[in-house]
């Protein structure tokens, strides 16, 4: 049933995002311009992905700490990349307790400074390494196009900031935080993705390398998605971080940091959801099960509470949706929420010895027995909406994944049908740039352990270095 | 065994509580004048006071939301007396991407204008309400004197911010949610309190009125500890909420507001922790048993092996203290960190058939079989200790409760030995600010089902109306 709230994903993309957002309660424009109100509907997914994600950094050694919001002018500029980097996009308070700042604070837009200039007051020896810290917070960029989740002027996330004794271990680190993101896309959102390096041009500001995961929404669009960095010696060099090495010399210690946003929410609209509202893949949905009672009898409620039990006993998650509205309402409201199975419990039904079922992600309608196993059978019923929602998203991306041997497919591509675009490039500043005069074609990542696919660079025909996937970006 | 690392709280209380913060490694003051930042010790406590209350605040119908932290000037503006209230302790944001902005931006120090600007463009029905939410977030007050935890210029909190059909409803609700932080504070935080209605003077800004949660610290200064206010239609006239109610007609709304902060861990550490370091009630400890292998024998590593993994299991949280530190420094650390419980494993007292256990609020040691239930000893003796905290907590505020009847009395009281001192009041501003010239006595809360002690205020002797609890504020 097609919702008429929403606008058809294939006729008008951008305006099917956020009849999304908003048909499903995720969120709305507040009246401070580019920022959003996360409603109930779209925090609590943000909070399911806290707890899984805070787990996994956790059982990995990581602390959660928290760094004050302002930072003095003069410590954001401690590090000159970085402030370069930043200083389009802050904002400044000037004002405090009604008089003007000695010294203007500005809003973090990161946290590197804080987190260097703390980890500069501590670090002593070797064995305070290493420090492993992360914080979950709000951080603030004066973006001047927004788009809710995507892009907004506030946003929330995480950001991991570490301190080590080796470049090794730093380095390990990097390598290990974007695995774990790696594994968060693709086991509970569901969303395949490519990882690589990032290129010296679309590095963060201040990092020595960016490790990248990249996903592919849904009109072929690319979405950078978690980024983890490796900073080596550059902030504890600015920062005068040292430490008594085993040698009983000082050394600069070597650092990492590592984020992913509220972007993700966007990341799940725009790959699983379709014209009849928001679509979660059960490993991330804060609801799974709705059980939809179909009418007062007491046959009806009976087994309603019944199921709800057993369902919920099994640590499944599921509600009834026993308010006074018909049925087909209620269809589809847990339709344009995302709940992955929908189980509808019906007088003739029962009498018939029968009760329906509902995948949210097919649509398909399955008629079982009334005193089916229930537990087994939502358990396994989750894990193929699971699964299937992971497979559709990977044949789509492989479909829309090219590889090219000279700028004019690539004009052909990005201009009808976008997508990742595999093409070598010879590591050149202007070749990089020419690719961005396609339609603002960037690159995503550079790919390490592929096989090379041409010897020439893409662009100017000379000698290939890397093979590098490029995309339009978000 | 004294901390050498931290002053007497009998002999400088101030000191001692900054002394705690330091040693037992909460929180450190940061680069960012009035702000500290939380390390991981003290971020733990918070996280795990979250998990509790969020819990509950979910189990009586509410949901999470997010706000944005910036409030437009005109926005803040709308209700007169919360701007008057918060005026002179905003910081302002008035430079956003490298220009000067139109309207000048308030970082918020709570968030009465966002959520009922949002509701106004939620709320038309009956049928739409109560809406019940709350945030988790950061708020920003401009403080002069600050103190880690108790009063910092950035703080974390939780704000709920709930909107009603009626009067009736909204009153329950402030009521419902005092109950839950006096719940909180005395079965969690193991911190008897008090609780009543705030006076004109002293209720939040924009409230109808307030009603508080007031604990005492050790050093007989009252502690703010957990407000819940209502606020009728005020907000609702000024934000413009109404609802076409069951009679069909437009009626503004009710609403009420209320938040407990990272104050919190002050708390605990003001009510509960000595000389030693900190002490912490089981039920909010984050780790809530150490166990101090002693050598490395094998029979040692098996038991402590064996012991972890018999309490991991029963979900008790602990840890084994395995570096190569020696025994002595094990337990200071154990202690000053303020773990309930400390086991020890020796290769002698095994040989014996005996293990070791040390509470750490009243330092006992006890000897027991080597095979002892371990679950069930320790389960019992959390308890034990969770009782105790508040016992002792509980007999301290008895002992510093007053009833006065003259004002020589309070003065002589304040002067020496400070505390929760009971007092007739005739309602009067001018006898409460007589009051306060005693160093600074206000009223803490109005007591309003308790008898009332005399039938003249004790100030102007004029004929009473409230028995009020007064006491010197942090």
Redesign the interface.
């Known amino acids: 049933m097609k919702n008429k709230a929403i606008t058809s994903r294939d006729d008008d993309f951008a305006k099917w995002y956020t009849d999304v957002v908003k048909a499903a309660k995720l969120a ?1 424009y ?3 311009k580019g ?6 509907n779209g ?2 997914i ?2 399911k992905m806290q707890s899984i994600l805070d787990q996994k950094f956790k059982e990995t050694g990581h ?10 002018e003069n ?1 954001m500029k401690k590090e000159g990349e970085l402030i370069d980097g930043f ?12 008089k003007k700042l000695e010294e ?2 500005c ?1 973090r837009p990161t946290s590197e400074t ?1 987190f260097s ?2 980890y500069s ?2 670090v002593k020896s070797y064995r305070d390494l290493p420090l492993k ?1 992360n914080q979950w ?2 951080v ?1 960029r ?1 973006e ?1 196009e927004t788009r809710p989740f995507l892009r907004s002027r ?1 946003f ?1 996330w995480q950001e991991g900031h570490t301190v080590h004794e080796t470049r090794e271990e730093a380095e390990q680190e990097t390598k290990m935080m974007l695995e774990i993101y790696r594994d968060f896309y693709e086991n509970y959102l569901a969303i395949p993705v490519i990882t690589g390096k990032k290129t010296e041009k679309e590095k963060f500001a201040g990092a020595e390398y960016t490790l990248t995961v990249e996903a592919l929404m849904y009109n072929g669009i690319s979405l950078q998605s978690a980024t983890s960095h490796y900073f080596g010696q550059k902030f504890s060099k600015a920062y005068d971080i040292t430490f008594l090495n085993r040698h009983n010399e000082q050394e600069y210690a070597y650092q990492t940091s590592w984020g992913t946003t509220t972007r993700m929410i966007g990341a799940l609209i725009m790959v699983h959801s379709d014209d009849k509202g928001l679509v979660l893949p059960p490993k991330i949905a804060p609801r799974q099960v709705a059980i939809v009672p179909i009418g007062n009898d007491a046959e009806v409620l009976t087994k309603t509470n019944e199921v709800y039990d057993k369902l919920k006993t099994e640590g499944i998650s599921c509600f009834v949706m026993d308010d006074d509205k018909s049925p087909g309402f209620k269809f589809a409201e847990a339709e344009v929420n995302g709940i992955p199975i929908r189980i509808e419990i019906g007088k003739r039904d029962l009498a018939d010895d029968k009760i329906t079922f509902v995948r949210r992600d097919t649509g398909e309608k399955m008629i079982e027995k009334a005193n089916i196993d229930i537990t087994t059978y939502i358990t396994k019923l989750l894990d193929d909406i699971q699964n299937n929602l992971f497979y559709r998203a990977y044949e789509r991306m492989q479909s829309l994944t090219y590889e090219c041997h000279d700028l004019k497919e690539i004009e052909d591509i990005m201009a009808n049908r976008p997508g990742f675009v595999k093409a070598m490039w010879c590591g050149n500043d202007k070749c990089e740039m020419k690719l961005k005069e396609i339609n603002g074609t960037k690159a995503r990542c550079i790919l390490e352990n592929d096989k090379m696919i041409d010897d020439k660079c893409v662009v100017c025909g000379k000698k290939a270095k890397h093979l590098v996937v490029w995309g339009i970006q978000y």
Chains 1, 2 share one sequence.
């Not at 920022?35 to 109930?40: H, T």
């Not at 602390?63 to 003095?72: R, W």
């Open positions: 709305t507040s009246n401070v920022c959003i109100v996360f409603e109930p925090y609590a943000w909070e602390q959660n700490v928290y760094m004050p919001l302002l930072i003095p410590l200083a389009p996009e802050v904002a400044w308070v000037t004002i405090g307790g009604q203007k604070m809003i804080l200039d703390y007051s501590v810290y917070c709000n603030l004066w001047k506030e929330l």
